[in-house]
Each structure stands twice: as C-alpha cells, then as structure tokens.
C-alpha cells in the first residue's frame, strides 16, 4: 500500500533549513522574558526539571497533567534550552522496545507523556512552523508503524496519532503539504484497518482533514492506486454486522471522507460503484439518528451518485 503514496514532491522531503512558510527557524516574536510574570514559578521549575534524569518522569506527568491550563506552554517547551531535545531523547530510546515488541506499560506511560507534550507544541500558533520545519512528526512515524495490539502499543498509537491530528485541526495548508510528503497517509490507513475503534477515527479523522485540504484531494485522486487504496479502506470500515459496526463519531468521518472526494468528477464516477451497500440501504441509519450534520452529510453523499435516500426521504442539498 505505501507504495501507492510516494511524497508528493518528487525529491521527497524538503530538506531540513528549506525555505518556506514552515521553513524558517527563528522565533516568531515570541518574547518568553514578557510571558514569565503570569505564569507560575512552579512552571518553569518542571520544565528545568526534565533536564535531570532522577526528576524528569515526574516531571514529565506534572506538565502533561497542566498542558490544557498553560496558555504559553509550548513556546517554553520549544525555546527553553534543550527541553525539545529531551522529549526526543525520551522518544527514540524506546525505539529499540517496538521489534521485537518488549514496550512496558510504564515506559508507554512515560514516552506518552513526551508525546502529550508534543502535541501541545503542535497545537500552538508560535510553535507550528517550528515543529514542522524541524520534521519533529517523523519522530513518531516508527509508532504508528507498529502493529502490536497489546495495550502498551495501542496508547502509544493513540497518543502519536493525537500529535498529527492536533496538526491537521488547524486547517493549515502547509501542515498538509508537509505530511503528503511523508509516509502518513499508508500509515493512517494501516491504522483504519486494524486498530481499536478509538485509533480508527482519529486515523480517519486525519485522512478526512487530508482530504478537505485542496492539495489533498488533488493528491488522493491523482493516481487510480492511491484512491483505490482510500475507498477500499473506508468500505471496509463500514459493516453493518453487530460486531463490526462503526461508531457514530467513527461512520461521521467517514462519511465526511466519501463526500470529500465527491467533489473530484472522477472519483464521484468511481464511488457510483464502490460506495458499501451498508450506505446506501440504510443498515446504519440508526447510528445517525442524533447528528443532523451527519445524515445531511450521507443525504448530500448519495445524491452525488446518484442512490436513492433509504425510506424515500427528498435528498438534502
């Protein structure tokens, strides 16, 4: 499969230093000195806490816990001396855990909190650029390439994956160009076949957000493999079958995904043949019952090719 999504540029990844929106490395008039008054001491002893071996797993639990509750975080993350490199650090020594799988709970906990820490650098508006022009993601690509379904390795799935659709969230067309030059949609979608309900959709949620891009879209629907690859995977997911059926979140994005790629004529013309049967005959409608959005989004869905709504409802525009 990842043979079908070779990066998009034909050199591969845009070197390290490349010039561009996210290539630039300075610091983007983030002014630490001016923050330090309104954010607790506390917070700045955790952080130069990481830099001690003995103090750093506490250290790393304690800002993972205060994350959401420190506005500016992420630039101190980022500009303190060193602290990146720690978290790095913390991520590439368990590498060594993943073939052949011998990852702990408690070094899945710790290298998740690393993570968690991550994601909130990816998060911030100051930090973005940064984290990009630096290919910070590719640290994490060796976890969502792990297939091991023991819970160790699916936190450490989850976790990842939250890092990349904290990316993805901002709607970013540079995050998006960055990523279709990487292996992430072979790794989604590797995801999307074989992972827990909960790593489904944030792998689908990420492909989704692919796909709503322009870029992404053109990408997907370039190549017959690379959307076929896509469709194939989305079918699977959807199964009327008790112990298969999607999860209302789940069928959302995909449903959201199907629709996206109507917009390109000659996927809509595919997708007249390819679309599941349990869309079209309404085997999960009771699973949108409470999401308008979603039932107007799979109304809009089968207009586009053309099938008509189950129960002989008039489609929705």
């Not at 800002?63 to 630039?75: G, V």
């Not at 990852?103 to 906990?109: I, Y």
């Not at 973005?128 to 022009?133: E, V, W």
Request: aromatic residues 6%; hydrophobic residues 40%; neutral net charge.
């Amino acid at each position: 499969m990842a043979g079908h999504f070779t990066p998009m540029v034909g050199s591969g990844m845009p070197v390290h230093g490349q010039q561009g929106s996210y290539g630039n490395p300075q610091p983007q008039n983030f002014q630490m000195q001016a923050q330090q008054p309104s954010l607790p001491k506390e917070v700045f002893d955790l952080v130069r806490q990481l830099s001690d071996p003995e103090k750093r797993e506490a250290a790393l639990v304690e800002l993972s816990k205060k994350r959401e509750k420190i506005t500016d975080l992420a630039p101190i993350l980022w500009f303190s001396y060193g602290t990146v490199t720690i978290l790095l650090q913390e991520i590439v020594s368990i590498y060594s855990k993943l073939n052949p799988p011998t990852l702990s709970s408690a070094e899945s906990n710790r290298v998740c909190n690393a993570l968690a820490l991550l994601q909130c650098v990816a998060s911030h508006q100051s930090t973005r650029n940064l984290f990009l022009s630096a290919h910070t993601p590719l640290f994490l690509y060796p976890f969502l390439n792990t297939v091991n379904k023991s819970r160790p390795f699916e936190y450490l799935r989850l976790t990842s994956l939250g890092v990349i659709g904290a990316l993805v969230k901002m709607d970013d067309s540079d995050v998006i160009s960055f990523l279709l030059n990487t292996e992430i949609i072979p790794l989604c979608l590797r995801i999307m076949e074989m992972g827990t309900e909960l790593s489904k959709t944030v792998a689908t949620f990420i492909v989704q957000k692919v796909l709503l891009d322009p870029t992404g879209l053109s990408y997907i629907c370039e190549t017959a493999d690379r959307f076929y690859a896509v469709s194939t995977v989305l079918a699977n997911m959807v199964s009327p079958q008790p112990a298969t059926k999607p999860g209302p979140r789940l069928l959302k994005h995909i449903i959201r995904c199907y629709l996206r790629l109507c917009d390109n004529p000659r996927a809509r013309d595919a997708l007249r043949q390819l679309l599941p049967p349990a869309l079209k005959d309404g085997s999960l409608v009771d699973l949108l019952k409470e999401d308008a959005t979603t039932e107007r989004w799979l109304n809009s869905l089968l207009a586009s090719v053309n099938v008509p709504i189950p129960g002989g409802q008039q489609h929705q525009s």
